[in-house]
Each structure stands twice: as C-alpha cells, then as structure tokens.
C-alpha cells in the first residue's frame, strides 16, 4: 500500500503546479482525500479535501479561488492544481487517504491524525 505523491517544484510568484497524488496497492475510491503541507517551522496543516463523491470539497481559506483539487478514480489519482502562487504557499505537500470516512467534513479531516495512509511529501517552493 502506497501514497506517491510528485509533481513538485521551484516556481516564481504567480506560478503554477499541479501536484499529483497516485495510490497503489489500495484503491482511493471510496475514501475521503486530502491534502497537507508543512512548512518549516510549522504545524502541519489541511489544505484541501475531496470527497469519493463529485462535487464535494474543501479549501483553506488562504488557498480559496487559487488551488482546485479533483479525482480520477479510474487512474487511482488525486490531483492538485495550484495556480496564482504565493512565497508562502512554500512547503511540503502530502497526500493522505483517510481509511474511516467517504466524505469531507469540516469536524474531521483538518486533523492529520484521520488520515491512515500519507504519500513522502513533495517540495513545492515559491519564490519572490
């Protein structure tokens, strides 16, 4: 069971990058997904949820109107589109499943400790 995650970079301010989030050994089908970064120095935080169900999900509110996450569970990937970059929106980003619900939910799936399974993190940096 495996969480790659990739698609990371070096981009300026303004820039674009969609990270991507593929499963292998377990299908993501079914389970809520979501996406964490970590800067330095810094508490992991939520940054976005997607629901198994179209049209279900969340954003930080610093990332609202600039990252759009999506699906395709015929290629077992969750994507994340990040445009209008910011220096800080510099971090490392994971992937996570979170095993024990389908849906986004507010009450939960900010919590690093929902998640079951957690990609090794790409290195998304922003610079000025």
């Known amino acids: 069971v495996q969480l790659q995650a990739s698609g990371g970079g070096l981009v300026q301010l303004g820039g674009f990058l969609r990270l991507s989030c593929a499963a292998s050994?377990?299908?993501?089908?079914?389970?809520?997904i979501g996406w964490f970064r970590q800067a330095p120095g810094k508490e992991r935080e939520a940054v976005s949820c997607?629901?198994?169900?179209?049209?279900?999900?969340y954003y930080e509110d610093s990332v609202k109107g600039r990252f759009t996450i999506s699906r395709d569970n015929a290629k077992n990937t969750v994507y994340l589109e990040m445009n209008s970059l910011k220096p800080e929106d510099t971090a490392v980003y994971y992937c996570?499943?979170?095993?024990?619900?389908?849906?986004?939910?507010?009450?939960?799936?900010?919590?690093?400790?929902?998640?079951?399974?957690w990609g090794q993190g790409t290195q998304v940096t922003v610079s000025s």
């Open positions: 997607v629901s198994s169900s179209v049209g279900s999900t």
């Open positions: 996570a499943a979170n095993l024990m619900r389908s849906r986004c939910d507010s009450r939960y799936h900010v919590y690093a400790y929902e998640y079951s399974y």
């Open positions: 050994g377990f299908t993501l089908d079914g389970y809520a």
